[in-house]
């Protein structure tokens, strides 16, 4: 993928937009929280510094403790791709990412969210 700008974007200015997106839907902000620490292995308070921070999305999953193992169960369409297809490493976490939410947004069950 050659837009590689969202890289450069800071994690801060995308996390109210994921919490607003689900909010709107009636979903609560906890489970944005719950599926990012998920899948980054973030804890509550590590993902407050991040939101907090500066970090880029590229700094922000290169801090990450760890990508859940289950990450790769992630499958479907976002913003018009097969996350299952995307080649490069970071888009694919980004991507991971943007299911989650949406499927927060969605009212999805948690259990299912988080591949249990």
């Not at 969202?6 to 689900?22: A, C, G, L, Q």
């Not at 709107?24 to 998920?38: A, F, H, L, T």
């Not at 943007?98 to 999805?108: I, N, Q, S, Y």
């Amino acid at each position: 993928m050659a837009n590689t700008r969202i890289f450069e974007m800071t994690f801060s200015s995308i996390y109210p937009m994921y919490v607003n997106k689900v909010e709107r839907k009636g979903q609560p902000k906890e489970n944005v929280d719950i599926v990012i620490c998920w899948l980054t292995g973030y804890s509550d308070s590590d993902l407050k510094k991040q939101i907090n921070s500066k970090s880029t999305m590229e700094e922000f999953f290169q801090q990450a403790p760890h990508l859940n193992g289950n990450a790769s169960l992630i499958t479907g369409v976002i913003c018009g791709v097969r996350v299952e297809d995307i080649e490069d490493p970071l888009m694919k976490k980004i991507r991971y990412m943007d299911k989650l939410v949406d499927e927060v947004a969605k009212g999805k069950s948690m259990t299912k969210i988080l591949r249990k």
